[in-house]
């Protein structure tokens, strides 16, 4: 590893220094080369001058490529025409590993640059998005660490369907039908008798051929499950964690929030006092906005982006009718006691949560109605049997998180190797 990094030679103006990384950017003008050089952190100029430097070294700093690795030593000189007020003049540069004919150009397409995935990670764009992405996580931890829950890492292989059978992937397991997980949230809840408060981030599944802008076959999913909470409980534990989370990126990430146009005092100022909407109060915003939908009907790509533009910060949605939601909610009366945060600005649901069905009865009931083999229930059933609790949790889409933060165009952007229904490679 290295023992310091582009980020900290703005401390070590007058000093001779050693950096490692690739070439960024190259210009030549007669006996002297610029190579803006790039590693984790930043960019920044070197020269190197014929009259200061080896003759193998001038050598190879003419036909290094761009993304070629390079080991430069010299002197960090202050430079008011420089980027960062800082240039590195050159004593020595040795190419580590070409790279003739680096694929990425400035006008690489987005499905080319998905081709190539494993190069991409390089630019400055994804680094940026990675970056915050690291940052929602660690920022996610803290929170929870704070409020006392315990971190579980619960399976990825299962024998049931959490959220539904039309979005499993299946697989044979030794003889026996699997699946991939769609969320954590049925081995969470059993994990709440033994830590009454606990989270996992894990990766989930859906085998949904949705080609929208925010949806993935594969998503890093935070999940949190609390005994002894309703409702009201929940939501508050859901605001305090995204208000968490944005308030850490402003104060942390402000180049990269700038980098995206997005203004870091929004996130940073953010407050835990979210507004609450019902289901029928969203279905008449979305008619008045002249979409066609009938009351009953789930919310939808389009019927989000429509009930979301003019919000300004993230908001639920609460009450949904219990027919177009999940087994495991507790009812009352024709409704769900649940509520979806939503993102503003067109980008919709964020995070998906609800009190928990208590009720053994209307579990099987619910079940059966869903054409579900409650054989391969009974284990989830049994927490209801012994000692069950009021209980309550949610779940956090991380790409759907971050592609609101950085306002992306796609959720792909945000994923390190995006899965979509059309993409398995690289
Ligand atoms: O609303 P969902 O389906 O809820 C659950 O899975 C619950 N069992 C979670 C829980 O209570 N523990 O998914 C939760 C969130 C969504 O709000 C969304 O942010 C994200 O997961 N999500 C997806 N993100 C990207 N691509 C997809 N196909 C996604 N499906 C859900
Ligand atoms: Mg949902």
């Known amino acids: 590893m290295k023992d310091y990094y582009v980020k900290d030679l703005k401390e070590k103006v007058g000093e001779e220094i050693d950096l490692k990384g690739w070439v960024y950017r190259k210009r030549r003008h007669g006996k002297l080369v610029f190579v803006v050089v790039r590693d984790s952190t930043g960019t920044v100029q070197t020269s190197i001058k014929k009259q200061n430097v080896p003759v193998e070294s001038f050598e190879a700093a003419k036909v290094v490529d761009i993304e070629a690795s390079i080991h430069v030593k010299g002197i960090v000189k202050e430079d008011a025409r420089a980027p960062d007020g800082i240039e590195v003049e050159c004593t020595e540069f040795l190419i580590i590993s070409p790279s003739p004919d680096f694929p990425i150009q400035e006008d690489t ?29 660690q920022a996610a931890r803290d929170y929870f660490e704070e409020k006392g829950f315990n971190e579980v890492f619960p399976p990825i292989m299962v024998g049931v369907a959490g959220e539904g059978g039309g979005t499993l992937f299946s697989f044979d397991y030794f003889g026996q039908k699997a699946f991939l997980s769609q969320t954590a949230q049925l081995h969470l809840e059993a994990s709440i008798f033994m830590f009454e408060n606990v989270y996992s981030l894990t990766p989930s599944f859906r085998a949904e051929k949705s080609r929208t802008r925010r949806h993935l076959t594969e998503f890093g999913h935070i999940e949190a499950e609390m005994a002894w909470c309703d409702e009201e409980c929940n939501e508050k534990i859901e605001e305090e964690l995204v208000v968490y989370i944005c308030n850490k990126i402003g104060e942390k990430y402000s180049d990269e929030l700038r980098y995206f146009k997005q203004d870091p005092a929004y996130y940073h100022d953010m407050e835990p006092k979210f507004e609450r909407i019902t289901y029928d109060e969203a279905i008449s915003i979305i008619q008045g906005k002249g979409l066609n939908i009938e009351f009953g009907s789930d919310l939808g790509y389009d019927e989000e982006k429509v009930l979301t533009e003019d919000f300004e910060y993230p908001f639920f949605v609460k009450n949904f009718p219990k027919d177009i939601k999940s087994f495991y909610m507790k009812q009352k009366g024709d409704r769900a006691i649940c509520a979806d945060l939503e993102a503003p600005g067109g980008y919709g649901e964020i995070i998906g949560g609800s009190q928990r069905e208590d009720n053994l009865d209307m579990i099987i009931e619910r ?5 579900e083999d409650i054989k391969n229930y009974e284990w989830y059933l049994d927490l209801r049997r012994y000692g069950s609790v009021p209980h309550s949790g949610f779940g956090l889409g991380i790409e759907r998180l971050v592609r609101w933060m950085l306002k992306l165009e796609h959720i792909r952007d945000a994923c390190l190797f995006p899965r979509t229904p059309a993409r398995i490679y690289p």
């Open 109 to 137: 397409s987005s499905e080319a640059l998905l081709d190539i995935r494993h190069l991409t990670l390089r630019t400055t764009k994804a680094r940026n998005i990675m970056q915050v992405k690291n940052g929602v996580i």
């Open 367 to 371: 079940l059966q109605k869903e054409g």
